[in-house]
């Protein structure tokens, strides 16, 4: 059976759907936006440049955050309102 990978995402729309899934944003740099959790020893550093995040990164954030396929999915249709990433912000 294939293994399901996430689908690439421009980093505002990963910010987006982290926020949705119960974290808050701690803080930012110039290159990353900082989000954590209540009861998280250790924050999440999510990148702020760049078209799109890579798989390896994304796989990283939902092992941390505990975020499974079908919850990342169904983020993704909420902030783009259709699904795709093409959404204006």
Known sequence: MPIALPIPISPYHLLQIILKFGYRLLGETEYNWIASRDGEDE?????????LVSVTLM???FEHSGMDMGTYMALKSLISGNGNDETVH
């Open 43 to 51: 924050p999440l550093v999510l990148p702020k440049l760049g078209a």
């Open 59 to 61: 796989t990283r954030v």
